[in-house]
């Protein structure tokens, strides 16, 4: 059996996600790697464990019309096709089960045998065991699930592949990014996020910044603090935004909706700061703090 | 132009789910069901482009049981012109609602199709790109911004990074984002009208789809539980724990 793993790259280097995506991929057999746009087939090919990069510069923007039509002409030679759980591979890999149509297996978290996979339902409530009877089985991974593969150790093969036609239907306008100097979330070892009780985007920075400088933690948001315009959308973390499992996620004046905590309640420790002693946060936190934290948070970022 | 709104019918957002005591799914007998919420945010995105002359006609359509009529009069208590149900009492797969929902579009022609982004029940996010890639259309994911001008749709995206936007000519399907809107309330005389509004019931084994799951479910189960925490008073306290038993800075 052969998996075929869509791998993203920035700034030429391979995402962790995308390393989590192979390690998964390994337990099938050997494994392919595509990587759609200009930069990073280097990297890719020092990846551990890859037979071959196919490599698709014309793709510059990963849309999802080309990649799928690409991954639908590659899909005959693989058992599997995976990618992570990342806004490209949901984008991409569902529109492939489309063309093949296979039902896709969105955020697996466990491989139990080559067709039998673990994968989260209702924000994280329950944990459905699946069985696919695709020919070729096409999944996304949880990146918190599976540890990452190295990123040097390898050397593949590059093979560079041509775009396929295309139909002009979908075109890449922009893309806005903001720019940070902290961690990714998804990768950071400690994240702090802000909710609702923070009150406004200053607070929000004011408070949160020196104890992520403090612990080189990178910043997450609840849903009602990215609506409020406090953090940007790509911050947020949960059931619909990014999901995390640091070493110490700290939740300071957000509340513990189930929404949230699909997002974090895999961390290995949770701090909860809330004034409200009742808040749900508190029953997944195996610390909590109960108080104000605006007299909490600059009483912390002293104390570390 | 028509806009297609495809809505499923769930346990309601506020409810903590409960696994089935047999393993088989969870409890969704007398449990408050409600229309799945990004399905109404991406309902409110055609009410708007049909309010601004954009769009003449909103067809919600459901998938699902005799009961998912409730959500459908909802869809058109907030404003949709007709609905339809596509009725199975079968438990049905992205993969086979994808297929059900193109036959739908064959027979009504949208010229947009604006579904929400995943349903918060299996959380699959698929339905909507398994639809475009079917009808060979264009797809714009995690909308938090759609324009119409000259047959084209603008779409801004949520992506990992920040908000990538696409053009797409049209038709098209777009899949809803949280921040694309916030969803208007049914008021009382609107539920009213509602129920005079077209129902029409197509009966899902009447549109020559298999609708037999690729994906079958083997049993569900709890999560782990985490073990309970403890309650600190000072932060001195809080940072002491943290180095020292949790080990963790
Ligand atoms: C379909 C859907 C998807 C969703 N997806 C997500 C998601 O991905 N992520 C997400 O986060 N949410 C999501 N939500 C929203 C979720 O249901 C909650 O509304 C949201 O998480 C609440 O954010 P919050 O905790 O910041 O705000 P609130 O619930 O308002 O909580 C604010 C908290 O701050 C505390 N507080 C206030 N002042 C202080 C103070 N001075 N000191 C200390 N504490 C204080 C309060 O006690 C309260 O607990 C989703 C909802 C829906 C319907």
């Known amino acids: 059996m052969t998996a075929l793993v869509l791998i993203e790259a920035e700034n030429g280097v391979i995402r962790q996600a995308s390393r989590s995506a192979i390690a998964a991929a390994s337990r099938f057999g050997d494994v392919d790697a595509l990587l759609l746009g200009e930069t990073g087939a280097e990297a890719a090919s020092k990846l551990p464990g890859i037979r071959k990069v196919l490599h698709v510069p014309a793709l510059k923007h990963a849309l999802a019309e080309p990649a799928a039509a690409l991954l639908a002409g590659l899909a005959s030679s693989y058992s599997h096709i995976l990618s992570a759980t990342s806004s490209t591979g949901k984008n991409i890999l569902p529109r492939l089960a489309g063309l093949l149509d296979a039902q896709p297996i969105s955020d697996v978290v466990a491989i139990q045998d080559d067709a039998t996979f673990v994968r989260p339902i209702y924000a994280g409530n329950a944990l459905a065991t699946v069985q696919s009877s695709d020919s070729v089985k096409i999944m996304t991974i949880r990146s918190s699930s599976f540890d990452p593969v190295n990123e040097d150790g390898g050397s593949a093969s590059i ?83 990014k999901v995390v499992a640091p070493e110490l996620y700290i939740a300071t004046g957000l509340s513990g909706a189930i929404q949230h905590l699909a997002g974090m309640k895999d961390s290995r420790v949770i701090v909860a700061i809330n004034i409200d002693p009742e808040a749900p946060i508190f029953k997944v936190a195996d610390y909590g703090m109960v108080g104000d934290l605006f007299e909490l948070l600059p009483a912390l970022a002293k104390a570390l | 132009m028509k806009v297609l709104v495809p809505v499923k019918r769930v346990v309601d957002y506020n409810i903590k789910p409960r696994v089935a005591a047999d393993g088989s799914g969870v409890e969704t007998q007398g449990v408050k069901m409600s229309m799945n919420p990004f399905d109404e945010i991406a309902l409110e995105e055609a009410l708007r482009l049909r309010e601004k002359g954009q769009a003449d006609e909103v067809i919600a359509v459901s998938i699902g049981p005799q009961v998912a009529q409730d959500v459908l009069r909802t869809a058109m208590a907030m404003g949709a012109d007709r609905a339809i149900l596509v009725q199975t009492e079968a438990e049905i797969e992205p993969r086979v609602v994808s297929s059900l929902l193109k036959a739908v579009v064959e027979k009504e022609q949208p010229g947009l199709i604006s579904m929400g982004k995943q349903a918060i029940d299996d959380d699959m996010n698929a339905t909507g790109q398994m639809l475009a890639a079917r009808l060979g259309w264009p797809q714009g994911t995690f909308a938090s911004k759609v324009e119409i001008t000259d047959g084209k749709v603008s779409v801004a995206r949520e992506v990992d990074g920040g908000t990538e936007t696409v053009a797409l000519t049209l038709p098209a399907v777009i899949t809803a984002d949280l921040r694309l809107n ?68």
């Open chain 1, 159 to 241: 093979e560079v592949l041509d775009a396929p036609a295309d139909d002009g239907k979908s075109n890449f306008v922009k893309l806005e990014q903001s720019q940070s100097d902290r961690p990714e979330l998804e990768v950071a070892r400690v994240v702090i996020s802000g909710g609702k009780g923070l009150k406004d985007a200053s607070n929000f920075h004011t408070l949160l910044e020196p104890i992520a400088d403090k612990l080189g933690a990178a910043i997450g948001a609840s849903r009602a603090a990215v609506d409020s315009g406090f953090a940007p959308n790509e911050m947020q973390v949960g059931q619909t935004g």
């Open chain 2, 182 to 249: 916030e969803p208007r309330y049914a008021s009382l005389p609107n539920i009213m009208k509602a129920r005079k509004k077209p129902l029409e019931t197509i009966a899902a084994d009447s549109l020559g789809v298999d609708l037999t799951p690729h994906l079958k479910i083997i049993s569900v189960a709890e999560p782990p539980e985490r073990k309970a925490g403890v309650i600190v008073e000072t932060v001195e306290e809080l940072v002491e724990k943290l180095k020292t038993e949790a080990k963790v800075i």
